[in-house]
């Protein structure tokens, strides 16, 4: 969502990055999730329960998200994207 209005923030592209999965793998992937119309997202993985990932959140205008979560959360996670300030 908007930081600042608190309106959903539409297709907001999704990059996962995997910072310590199974054996300590360490890699990033590559944007194939979107957040829908009411700015949810679902991102589905094949990594361990205990696995820390990094998630990307990048849509034009706003400034790059980024959030590390570890296994996989009890409930919805609540963020919101700033506007890029233009100079």
Do not use: H
């Amino acid at each position: 969502m908007n930081c600042e209005t608190a309106v959903p923030i539409p297709e907001a592209a999704i990059t996962v990055r995997v910072d310590r999965g199974f054996r300590g793998s360490q890699y990033m992937g590559i944007v194939t999730y979107a957040t829908n119309d009411v700015g949810k997202f679902r991102v589905p993985s094949d990594e361990p329960c205990d696995s820390w990932l990094t998630l990307f959140f990048n849509k034009d205008g706003f400034d790059t998200l980024q959030t590390q979560i570890k296994g996989t959360p009890g409930g919805p996670i609540q963020l919101c994207m700033t506007r890029t300030v233009s100079p």
